[in-house]
C-alpha cells in the first residue's frame, strides 16, 4: 500500500487522517462557521421543507432530507436520481449558499482533489434513532469528482468499507464540525451511518446534520 492508513498529519493548519486510499477524515474543518451554517440552514429547510423519502422499494427511510444546488437528490418509486427541481414543490431547489461551496471546494482541496464543482448538496437531517444503511453514491454522472461530506450536531458512527458491500468496515466517530471526503480510488465506497444516539448538542439540540457535497452532472 503507498499511503499511510490511519495516520494522521497536520498540512497548513488542517489536520487530517487517512481512512483509505484518497479518503480522508478532517476533524473540525469547519471551525468556527456553524452558526453561519446554523442561519443558512435555517433559510434552506423553510424554501425546501426536511422529507422523508421512499426507497424505490417503497420503504421510508429514516432521515429526513431536503437539498440546495442546481440539481436535488431524489428517492421515489421511479428510483434514485438527480432532478432540477422539488417534488414537494416543483420549484428549483434553493441556490446553494457560497459558504456551502467555499467549505466545499476547501475541504476537497485539502483532501487532494483541486477544482471541486459541487452543484449539488444534500442535506441530512438525523433525529436520534435515525440511520443509514451502507450503499455506494452512484448516482451521479462523473465519478471523477469526490464526495464532500460535512457533519454538525450530535456525533455518530461512520462506516466506512471497500468497493465491495461485504468489504472490512472502519469505524470512524464524527463530530461536530467534521468533513469526510473520498474520491478517486475510493469514490465508490461502499459508506453509512450507525444508528444516532441520544444527545444533546448546544447549537442543534437532539440530531445529527450531513451536508453531502457532490458533483452530479
Ligand atoms: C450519505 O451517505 O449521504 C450521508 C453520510 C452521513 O450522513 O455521514
Ligand atoms: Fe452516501
Same mark, same amino acid.
Given at each position: 500500500m503507498s499511503f499511510d492508513l490511519f495516520a494522521t498529519s497536520s498540512d497548513n493548519g488542517v489536520t487530517k487522517t487517512q481512512l483509505a486510499d484518497q479518503a480522508w477524515h478532517l476533524p473540525n474543518f469547519i471551525q468556527n462557521r456553524d452558526n453561519l451554517l446554523k442561519a443558512l440552514l435555517n433559510e434552506l429547510i423553510q424554501l425546501a421543507?426536511?422529507?422523508?423519502?421512499?426507497?424505490?422499494?417503497?420503504?421510508?427511510?429514516? &432521515?429526513?432530507?431536503?437539498?440546495?444546488?442546481?440539481?436535488?437528490?431524489?428517492?421515489? @418509486?421511479?428510483?434514485?436520481?438527480?432532478?432540477?427541481?422539488?417534488?414537494?414543490s416543483n420549484l428549483s431547489w434553493p441556490v446553494m449558499p457560497d459558504l456551502f461551496n467555499a467549505l466545499a471546494k476547501e475541504a476537497a482541496a485539502a483532501a487532494g482533489f483541486e477544482n471541486f464543482e459541487p452543484d449539488s448538496c444534500l442535506i441530512n437531517y438525523y433525529s436520534v434513532g435515525a440511520r443509514l444503511s451502507m450503499h455506494q453514491d452512484k448516482d451521479e454522472a462523473d465519478f471523477s469528482q469526490p464526495i464532500v461530506s460535512v457533519s454538525l450536531g450530535l456525533p455518530a458512527t461512520f462506516l466506512f468499507a471497500g468497493l465491495q458491500r461485504n468489504s472490512a468496515?472502519?469505524?470512524? @466517530?464524527?463530530?461536530?464540525?467534521?468533513? &469526510? &471526503?473520498?474520491?478517486? @480510488?475510493?469514490?465508490? @465506497?461502499?459508506?453509512?451511518?450507525?444508528?444516532?444516539?441520544?444527545?444533546?448538542?448546544?447549537l442543534f439540540g437532539s440530531q445529527r446534520i450531513n451536508l453531502t457535497f457532490r458533483k452530479a452532472c
Open positions: 421543507p426536511l422529507r422523508k423519502m421512499k426507497t424505490p422499494s417503497g420503504k421510508l427511510m429514516s &432521515v429526513n432530507m431536503t437539498c440546495c444546488g442546481d440539481v436535488g437528490w431524489v428517492s421515489d @418509486a421511479l428510483g434514485y436520481r438527480y432532478q432540477g427541481t422539488d417534488p414537494l468496515q472502519t469505524r470512524i @466517530a464524527l463530530h461536530h464540525g467534521d468533513v &469526510v &471526503v473520498w474520491g478517486g @480510488a475510493s469514490r465508490l @465506497a461502499y459508506h453509512g451511518v450507525l444508528p444516532v444516539e441520544n444527545g444533546m448538542h448546544d
